[in-house]
């Protein structure tokens, strides 16, 4: 298991915030990641618009996952029509 950051950028609006964030945590757990720590960053502008969105709700996860697991993750994250974006990126 190695340590991994994940950025996740979801909607804010509220129901659609606590639906994503609930659903991404589900979907970590399934593949056996621990989260260690969550770090809600809050409200920021976008760089650019995504989505039609021009402000997103920023949250850090830090986790530890099997490598061989990202794949899936990733191909979980893309079918949630309600995350913005996220980025996983391997802690040294």
């Not at 976008?46 to 899936?72: C, F, H, M, S, W």
């Amino acid at each position: 298991m190695r340590l991994y950051e994940l950025m996740a950028i979801f909607p804010i609006e509220e129901a659609l915030y606590k639906e994503s964030r609930e659903l991404i945590e589900k979907d970590l757990s399934a593949t056996g990641a621990v989260i260690e720590k969550t770090d809600e960053i809050g409200d920021r502008d976008l760089a650019y618009e995504i989505q039609k969105r021009k402000r997103g709700k920023y949250v850090l996860y830090t986790l530890k996952l099997d490598p061989a697991k990202i794949t899936n993750l990733d191909r979980a994250f893309h079918l949630n029509v309600n995350l913005v974006r996220y980025l996983f990126v391997r802690v040294e």
